[in-house]
Nanobody, 111 residues
Framework: VQLVESGGGLVQPGGSLRLSCAAS????????MSWARQAPGKGFEWLSDIYSDGRTYYADSMKGRFTISRDNAKNTVYLQMNSLKPEDTAIYYCVIGNDFWGQGTQVTVSS
């Protein structure tokens, strides 16, 4: 199993980013995928799930700002992040269950 995140970077408050996670080594279309993050000095925080049937779930604090999606033809899951705030600064991870994690991509929200 391999999960490779991309799309992070430096963005101003109020800006947007779209994170991608390219997956390989398993039947992607059958598996629920998640995004989590770890802010500096804090623990891991679950953000969102997307199931194989397209159902999505979000942490309450993310609803309305973040959107998870998947493209089974590309074996990729996305996280569209809008209205970013400085407190969204973190390393963002693509996750399968609690068993497989990508290397993470850094998102920094700062003016």
């Amino acid at each position: 199993v391999q999960l490779v995140e991309s799309g992070g970077g430096l963005v101003q408050p109020g800006g947007s980013l779209r994170l991608s996670c390219a997956a390989s080594g398993f039947t992607f279309s059958n598996i629920a995928m998640s995004w989590a993050r770890q802010a500096p000095g804090k623990g891991f925080e679950w953000l969102s799930d997307i199931y194989s049937d397209g159902r999505t779930y979000y942490a309450d604090s993310m609803k309305g700002r973040f959107t998870i999606s998947r493209d089974n033809a590309k074996n990729t899951v996305y996280l569209q992040m809008n209205s970013l705030k400085p407190e969204d600064t973190a390393i963002y991870y693509c996750v399968i269950g609690n068993d497989f994690w990508g290397q993470g991509t850094q998102v920094t929200v700062s003016s």
